[in-house]
């Protein structure tokens, strides 16, 4: 992860562009869950992502699906997905997510990063949750909108799989993601059913590593 200080307004506010702080950057933003796009260009400046870090990633996730699941990607869920993953930590320091720059760049495992991070927001939002920046990430509002965005991800990265003859189940990309350790999963497991009423099988180690094996062939290492 990447950490870079922006400067403070003088009203106390992060209203950062170019550098310089801007006229009326004290006002409250909106959520960025149910924000519109003016509001959203005014998340992004805090965080300091350039407009155009939104239209390349929007390029990419516009061409077809491999998946056939991911449909009409708008440039205002782009940015919500940008302002999701790079957190302002502080009024002085903004943590980068390394995974923003696989979506930007196109690369096979952004789709299914995107999905997760937009299906997390509008989880949140159906919570009744429109700024999730206010939210603890380790609180359980949100590991409940994690658990069933990690879900919907390992049914995308199944869906993939079946596109390439691949015969595998949801569950063997979930326990099998190489992102997730045996805590996070198991956590994810329980609040799926607590939460969601979703029971899972426990996939078998050969097909955990089939699915690592097909997470590898995307690039997730």
């Not at 239209?55 to 061409?63: E, I």
């Not at 003859?165 to 990309?173: K, P, S």
């Not at 059913?193 to 089939?210: A, G, M, Y």
Request: with cysteine.
């Amino acid at each position: 992860m990447v950490t870079f200080i922006a400067p403070l307004c003088a009203n106390g506010a992060m209203g950062v562009s170019h550098g310089h702080c801007k006229a009326g950057s004290g006002k409250i933003l909106m959520g960025y869950a149910t924000a519109d796009w003016r509001e959203l260009e005014r998340h992004l400046q805090k965080r300091r992502i350039h407009v155009r870090e939104i239209d390349q990633a929007l390029r990419h996730l516009s061409k077809p699906d491999p998946a056939r699941i991911i449909q009409n990607v708008s440039r205002e869920d782009v940015a919500r997905v940008a302002a999701h993953m790079n957190v302002p930590v502080t009024p002085l320091v903004t943590i980068f997510s390394p995974y923003w720059n696989i979506i930007v760049m196109g690369a096979d495992a952004g789709r299914a990063i995107y999905y997760h991070e937009i299906e997390e927001i509008r989880a949140l939002a159906r919570m009744g949750i429109a700024d999730p920046e206010r939210l603890a990430r380790d609180s359980d509002k949100y590991w409940s909108a994690h658990s069933l965005a990690s879900w919907m991800e390992a049914q995308y990265w199944q869906r993939w799989a079946s596109t390439e003859a691949q015969n595998l189940t949801a569950e063997a990309f979930l326990f099998g993601h190489p992102y997730r350790g045996t805590d996070e999963v198991d956590r994810i497991n329980r609040m799926l059913q607590d939460d969601w009423n979703i029971t899972l099988v426990r996939p078998s180690r050969v097909n955990i590593q089939r699915a690592k094996g097909f997470f590898k062939s995307k690039g997730v290492p």
